[in-house]
């Protein structure tokens, strides 16, 4: 079965440096893999998505790189401020278009300190 | 434009008792998940629905979890005879349709069995 590990449960940085969050899986490559953000006692937010046949995603200090020969995504904050600090999670789906099973990582406890 | 509600946000149970989690997805959303998340873990996919229809709950428990979405009104997610174990985070999430990948989650309801 698919399983999803993002490497480091915490990950504590200066501000202003670059984060950079890894997620890794197993067999099969999603068709698209997901990136959240979630805050102590609450919903995770939904950040970026990028299909398999993305080799990089941006969005303002956010980018992801998809590589399927890796099996592996990389999540990158630029100019890192002590706003980031949350969890991030990855999260992948096959796809399919009748059923739909998204697994999540457990997660990265990202802390930014000024 | 409301996001996902879900309701209540605290629920305590004694054990043996019922309980029913409250989901109303996005304006315009036809596709709910629920999600279980337990303190330190990732979110652990339970059941996914369209209206009327369970299309995958391959995620859920097979004795005292049931999950339904009614042509009208919220989805519902009913524990039976609940149990210590139970105890977690639910998360209701919903998205446009199932080209939409990302979802939308709710603030979660927060189960404490006593």
């Known amino acids: 079965s698919q399983k999803i590990e993002q490497n480091s449960e915490a990950l504590n940085i200066q501000e202003g440096k670059t984060a950079t969050l890894t997620c890794n899986y197993t067999?099969?490559?999603?068709?698209?893999l997901q990136w959240y953000r979630q805050d102590p006692g609450r919903g995770p937010v939904f950040l970026l998505l990028?299909?398999?046949?993305?080799k990089e995603k941006r969005k303002e200090r956010l980018k992801v790189t998809f590589d399927t020969t890796l099996k592996q995504s990389l999540f990158h904050i630029t100019a890192s401020q002590p706003a980031d600090s949350a969890t991030y999670l990855c999260?992948?789906?096959?796809?399919?278009?009748?059923?739909?099973?998204?697994?999540f990582g457990s997660g990265t406890r990202l802390s930014i300190r000024p | 434009n409301a996001g996902v509600m879900q309701n209540p946000r605290h629920l305590v149970r004694r054990r043996g008792q019922e309980a029913r989690l409250r989901c109303s997805p996005m304006?315009?959303?036809?596709?709910v998940y629920w999600y279980r998340q337990l303190p330190e873990e990732g979110l652990k996919f339970m059941v996914y629905?369209?209206?009327?229809?369970?299309?995958?709950e391959s995620g859920m428990p097979k004795e005292r979890f049931s999950a339904e979405f009614p042509k009208e009104g919220p989805s519902i997610l009913r524990i039976q005879q609940v149990v210590r174990g139970d105890s977690a985070a639910y998360f209701c999430?919903?998205?446009?349709?199932?080209?939409?990948?990302?979802?939308?989650f709710g603030p979660g309801t927060r189960l404490t069995v006593t």
């Open positions: 629905l369209q209206k009327e229809n369970i299309i995958d």
């Open positions: 990028i299909r398999e046949n993305e």
């Open positions: 999260a992948l789906d096959r796809g399919y278009s009748s059923a739909s099973k998204i697994i």
């Open positions: 067999n099969y490559s999603p068709a698209y």
């Open positions: 999430a919903s998205s446009l349709d199932r080209s939409s990948y990302e979802q939308y």
């Open positions: 304006k315009g959303h036809s596709h």
